[in-house]
C-alpha cells in the first residue's frame, strides 16, 4: 500500500492531533467536527486538508481496471461522497462497483459508523467493520496514531486488501478509466475537454463547493462576508454563464462532463442546507433562474435523483454539527423547489 500525500502535507509524529488554532479572543468550541478536516483556522478563516491516499486505478498497476475489485464507502450526506455515487451511475458501473453508506449521523470527533438499520444506511459489508476509522486502519496500521479521522468518500481495493483513493475528484476521473476498460462508450470526460473540465472544476472549487463551508464554518465577520461575498459573485457568474447553455463546457449548449457533477452536489444542498446552516442567504438556487434549470436537469437524468437522499442530507448537516445548532433541530422547508420528502432505493 502507498500513502501518497498532497505537496505540502507530511506526516504527524505519532501520538499527535490535528487542532484547529482559535483566532484571538474566540471561544473554545467542543466537538467541532470540522477539526477532522481543517488544518487550521487562519484569522477565522476555514482551511480545509487535503486527501491523503492518492493512488490511481491505471493499466500500468497495481490498481489495475477489473470488475468487481473496487467497493466504494461514502455518506449520501456529504457532497463530495455525491458525486462518486453519480459517476458510479452515469457510468454504469453500478454491477462493477460495489458501495456502503455510513450512517448521515457524524460522531463528534468527526468519524463515520455504519448502522444498517437506518434507512438508506448499510453495514460494511466487505470489511465487517462498524466504523469507517477501522477501514482507514487496515489500509494504515498507524492510522490513529497519526491523529487523523478518515473521510468520504473511500475507494477499497478488495484484492490487495487497501485504500486506492480518499479524494472525490480523481475518483470520478478514475471511474471514466474503468468504466472504458469495461468496454462502456459513455464518458464524463472526453478527450478534447480535460484542460476545460478541469478549470471549471477549480474554478469553481474553492469559490462554491468550499466556499459554502467556508461561510458556514468562519469565525470572524470579515471571513464570512470575504466568503460569502466570493461565492455569490461565482454563482452570479454561473447562472448568466448557463443562460444560453445546458451543461458548464464543451461547444453550443455544452457536454454533460465530470464539471457538472461536482457543482450540482453543492447547488442541490444550497436550498436545503446551506442557505440556513451556513448562513448563504443572499439568494437561494431557485432564485437564479438558470442554475434552477441545471439542477432540475441534472434530477431529471436515468438514476441521478435515486442518489439524492434529503433525509440524510439534511439531518447530517442540522443534527452533526451541534457547536451550530445546539438543540439539533431540523427546519421542515423548503416548500419550493426539488426537495419534496422521498427516498432513493438503496443503493446496495
Given at each position: 500500500?502507498?500513502?501518497?500525500?498532497?505537496?505540502?502535507?507530511?506526516?504527524?509524529?505519532?501520538?499527535?492531533?490535528?487542532?484547529?488554532?482559535?483566532?484571538?479572543?474566540?471561544?473554545?468550541?467542543?466537538?467541532?467536527?470540522?477539526?477532522?478536516?481543517?488544518?487550521?483556522?487562519?484569522?477565522?478563516?476555514?482551511?480545509?486538508?487535503?486527501?491523503?491516499?492518492?493512488?490511481?486505478?491505471?493499466?500500468?498497476?497495481?490498481?489495475?481496471?477489473?470488475?468487481?475489485?473496487?467497493?466504494?464507502?461514502?455518506?449520501?450526506?456529504?457532497?463530495?461522497?455525491?458525486?462518486?455515487?453519480?459517476?458510479?451511475?452515469?457510468?454504469?458501473?453500478e454491477d462493477h462497483v460495489t458501495v456502503d453508506v455510513v450512517d448521515w449521523r457524524m460522531n463528534p470527533d468527526g468519524s463515520w459508523s455504519f448502522n444498517p438499520d437506518?434507512?438508506?444506511?448499510?453495514?460494511?459489508?466487505?470489511?465487517?467493520?462498524?466504523?469507517?476509522?477501522?477501514?482507514?486502519?487496515?489500509?494504515?496500521?498507524?492510522?490513529?496514531?497519526?491523529?487523523?479521522?478518515?473521510?468520504?468518500?473511500?475507494?477499497?481495493?478488495?484484492?490487495?486488501?487497501?485504500?486506492?483513493?480518499?479524494?472525490?475528484?480523481?475518483?470520478?476521473?478514475?471511474?471514466?478509466?474503468?468504466?472504458?476498460?469495461?468496454?462502456?462508450?459513455?464518458?464524463?470526460?472526453?478527450?478534447?475537454?480535460?484542460?476545460?473540465?478541469?478549470?471549471?472544476?477549480?474554478?469553481?472549487?474553492?469559490?462554491?463547493?468550499?466556499?459554502?463551508?467556508?461561510?458556514?464554518?468562519?469565525?470572524?465577520?470579515?471571513?464570512?462576508?470575504?466568503?460569502?461575498?466570493?461565492?455569490?459573485?461565482?454563482?452570479?457568474?454561473?447562472?448568466?454563464?448557463?443562460?444560453?447553455?445546458?451543461?458548464?463546457?464543451?461547444?453550443?449548449?455544452?457536454?454533460?462532463?465530470?464539471?457538472?457533477?461536482?457543482?450540482?452536489?453543492?447547488?442541490?444542498?444550497?436550498?436545503?442546507?446551506?442557505?440556513?446552516?451556513?448562513?448563504?442567504?443572499l439568494q437561494r438556487i431557485i432564485d437564479y433562474p438558470h442554475l434552477q434549470a441545471f439542477v432540475e436537469q441534472m434530477l431529471a437524468l436515468p438514476g441521478i435523483r435515486?442518489?439524492?437522499?434529503?433525509?440524510?442530507?439534511?439531518?447530517?448537516?442540522?443534527?452533526?454539527?451541534?457547536?451550530?445548532?445546539?438543540?439539533?433541530?431540523?427546519?421542515?422547508?423548503?416548500?419550493?423547489?426539488?426537495?419534496?420528502?422521498?427516498?432513493?432505493?438503496?443503493?446496495?
Amino acid at each position: 500500500m502507498t500513502l501518497n500525500l498532497v505537496e505540502g502535507w507530511k506526516l504527524a509524529p505519532p501520538n499527535t492531533r490535528f487542532f484547529i488554532a482559535q483566532s484571538e479572543g474566540a471561544p473554545m468550541v467542543k466537538d467541532e467536527q470540522a477539526g477532522a478536516w481543517t488544518k487550521a483556522y487562519t484569522g477565522g478563516k476555514f482551511v480545509r486538508k487535503s486527501s491523503e491516499f492518492r493512488d490511481i486505478i491505471s493499466h500500468d498497476g497495481p490498481f489495475e481496471p477489473a470488475s468487481g475489485r473496487y467497493h466504494l464507502y461514502v455518506s449520501l450526506a456529504c457532497p463530495w461522497a455525491h458525486r462518486t455515487v453519480m459517476a458510479r451511475t452515469l457510468l454504469g458501473l453500478e454491477d462493477h462497483v460495489t458501495v456502503d453508506v455510513v450512517d448521515w449521523r457524524m460522531n463528534p470527533d468527526g468519524s463515520w459508523s455504519f448502522n444498517p438499520d437506518e434507512p438508506g444506511a448499510t453495514p460494511d459489508r466487505v470489511n465487517g467493520e462498524h466504523h469507517l476509522e477501522a477501514v482507514y486502519r487496515r489500509a494504515y496500521p498507524e492510522w490513529t496514531n497519526e491523529g487523523r479521522v478518515g473521510t468520504v468518500p473511500v475507494l477499497w481495493d478488495k484484492a490487495t486488501g487497501t485504500i486506492v483513493n480518499n479524494e472525490s475528484r480523481e475518483i470520478i476521473r478514475m471511474f471514466g478509466t474503468l468504466a472504458k476498460a469495461l468496454g462502456a462508450t459513455t464518458t464524463l470526460c472526453p478527450d478534447d475537454l480535460v484542460e476545460e473540465i478541469d478549470a471549471m472544476i477549480t474554478s469553481n472549487y474553492e469559490s462554491v463547493n468550499n466556499g459554502v463551508y467556508k461561510s458556514g464554518f468562519a469565525r470572524s465577520q470579515d471571513a464570512y462576508e470575504a466568503a460569502v461575498s466570493t461565492l455569490f459573485d461565482r454563482l452570479d457568474e454561473l447562472d448568466r454563464h448557463l443562460e444560453d447553455r445546458e451543461w458548464l463546457v464543451g461547444d453550443g449548449r455544452g457536454t454533460l462532463t465530470e464539471a457538472d457533477l461536482c457543482l450540482f452536489t453543492t447547488l442541490v444542498r444550497f436550498d436545503l442546507v446551506y442557505v440556513v446552516h451556513f448562513k448563504c442567504n443572499l439568494q437561494r438556487i431557485i432564485d437564479y433562474p438558470h442554475l434552477q434549470a441545471f439542477v432540475e436537469q441534472m434530477l431529471a437524468l436515468p438514476g441521478i435523483r435515486e442518489t439524492c437522499d434529503w433525509t440524510h442530507i439534511k439531518h447530517h448537516y442540522f443534527w452533526s454539527h451541534q457547536h451550530m445548532n445546539p438543540y439539533r433541530i431540523v427546519p421542515l422547508g423548503p416548500r419550493t423547489g426539488p426537495h419534496a420528502p422521498q427516498r432513493g432505493p438503496s443503493l446496495g
